[in-house]
Structure formats: structure tokens, C-alpha cells
Nanobody, 127 residues
């Protein structure tokens, strides 16, 4: 059984930083692309960033480029999202997910292809 657990969310002032972590068990972590997603109240879930299994292919949505950094430590089965220069519009529930395409060399920010999801961690940015 696959377990995905996010942590690291919280309340921060605009301009501040947070680092989200996501620990995965129940699969061979470095075989799977991973992604971070977010959903604000009343809005659709959107793909924030993704990374392939070895970390050599990364994608960001335009609104977070230059502010967010995705990374992974395959020895620790952990995915990270370093978020700097946070804005009030970054406020959302953030989710980590594993792409079901084992061995895929790229990654995608389309949530429909992700099979394994965590419960989310709340990020709130005050102005």
C-alpha cells in the first residue's frame, strides 16, 4: 500500500519562505515522477511543479518560476518544495502526488495522471 504524507505548511507573511516535505512509502520512490499541486478555496486544483525520478527533468508553472524550487532525496524517499518570496495568492492546500507511470523519464503537471496522493498541507500567506 502506498502512503504519501506532506508536512511543512503553515502561516507566513508575504515575502517569507516555507519548505514543504513529502515522504512516500510503498513504492520504489526513484522509479516515479512526483508532483506538487495546490488548491485554493473555490478554485480548481493546479499543478505547481513536477520532477522525474532521477531529478533531471523539472517543470514549474509560470507563476512560481524563480520563487519555488522542487527537489527530491531518493535515499530518503522524500520530495521537497522550497517556496521563497511567498505571495498571498500562493495561499492554498498543497498536495504531493506520485505519477503512476513507473519509469517515465519526464514529468507532467496534469493532475489526472497522478495515482497516489497525500492529504495535503495548508499554506497561508498573509499580506
Amino acid at each position: 500500500q502506498v502512503h504519501v504524507v506532506e508536512s511543512g505548511g503553515g502561516l507566513v507573511q508575504a515575502g517569507g519562505s516555507l519548505r514543504l516535505s513529502c515522504t512516500v512509502s510503498g513504492l520504489t520512490f526513484d522509479d516515479y515522477p512526483m508532483g506538487w499541486f495546490r488548491q485554493a478555496p473555490g478554485k480548481e486544483r493546479e499543478g505547481v511543479s513536477c520532477i522525474n525520478g532521477r531529478g533531471g527533468f523539472i517543470s514549474y508553472r509560470d507563476s512560481v518560476k524563480g520563487r519555488f524550487t522542487i527537489s527530491r532525496d531518493n535515499a530518503k524517499n522524500t520530495l521537497y518544495l522550497q517556496m521563497n518570496s511567498l505571495l498571498p495568492e500562493d495561499t492554498a492546500m498543497y498536495y504531493c502526488a506520485a505519477d503512476g507511470r513507473r519509469g517515465y523519464g519526464g514529468c507532467s503537471r496534469a493532475d489526472v495522471i497522478y495515482d497516489y496522493w497525500g492529504q495535503g498541507t495548508q499554506v497561508t500567506v498573509s499580506s
